[in-house]
């Protein structure tokens, strides 16, 4: 098993049981990939370095988690397909 961090950021305009549900749905999709989810930091709404699809502000969270080296190949495709994510990116640490 690998270490894992995980930053995306989550299109502003959702509501807040919308951010949340979406962050759990993520870690839910964590686990049942057998990795396990080490901790999640919701850093809050933060301006964009620059303007993505017209939006100036997002929703950052950053999780730390571990799993096997097929488990950030799904995660990403998962994210890509989700219209809330504006951007992620998963780094091994």
Do not use: C, H
Not at 1 to 23: C, F, G, H, P, R
Not at 68 to 85: G, H, L, N, Y
């Amino acid at each position: 098993m690998n270490k894992y961090q995980l930053l995306y950021i989550v299109d502003n305009a959702l509501t807040e049981e919308a951010k949340s549900e979406l962050v759990d749905r993520f870690n839910a999709l964590i686990e049942s990939l057998n990795g396990t989810v080490e901790s999640v930091d919701k850093w809050g709404t933060k301006k964009l370095a620059y303007e993505i699809d017209g939006k100036r502000e997002g929703y950052y969270v950053l999780v730390k988690f571990n799993a096997e080296t097929t488990v950030p190949a799904e995660i990403e495709r998962q994210m890509k397909i989700s219209d809330s994510v504006v951007r992620q990116m998963i780094t091994r640490i």
